[in-house]
């Protein structure tokens, strides 16, 4: 499995240019608001807060950019079933909890001896270059 860190803002102009692609203020702003604040965005709440240094930039162009941004490994598309793609900074293997009450998302890092116990149940002669485990659930009341 992929043992890809997460990225630092100065990262950006490198991978894009490993790429083939220039970075844009558009593509630092969004890679910025999602290194910000880690809460694993919407692209319709990366457009909101883009929008306060970018009034002009329009929801394709946030779409777009979000898009070179995975491509890049950048950032990790996150989709729970049938809700919006959300974006995670953290490209370490880990694990997301969806809290369903509050549909708030938290990162879950895995101990290296679990991933490679679950890297064990693959079929002969395949590697995951990629992990995604979620879990479910609610926040239990304080006792």
Do not use: W
């Not at 965005?41 to 002009?56: F, G, H, K």
């Not at 079929?123 to 006792?143: H, N």
């Amino acid at each position: 499995m992929s043992t890809m860190t997460t990225a630092s803002p100065d990262a950006l102009a490198q991978r894009l240019a490993d790429s083939g692609l220039r970075s844009t203020p558009q593509r630092e702003v969004i890679y910025d608001v999602i290194l910000r604040k880690r809460d694993h965005p919407t692209a319709d709440e990366v457009y909101a807060r883009v929008r306060a240094d970018l009034p002009s930039i329009s929801l394709a162009t946030v779409y777009n950019c979000l898009e070179t941004l995975v491509q890049c490994d950048l950032v990790r598309a996150v989709n729970f079933e049938r809700a919006p793609t959300r974006y995670c900074p953290n490209l370490h293997p880990h694990a997301h909890f969806h809290d369903e009450q509050s549909g708030s998302i938290h990162d879950i890092q895995l101990p290296a001896e679990l991933l490679e116990k679950i890297s064990a149940v693959l079929p002969a002669g395949y590697d995951a270059k990629s992990l995604q485990i979620t879990f479910r659930g609610k926040a239990q009341p304080a006792a």
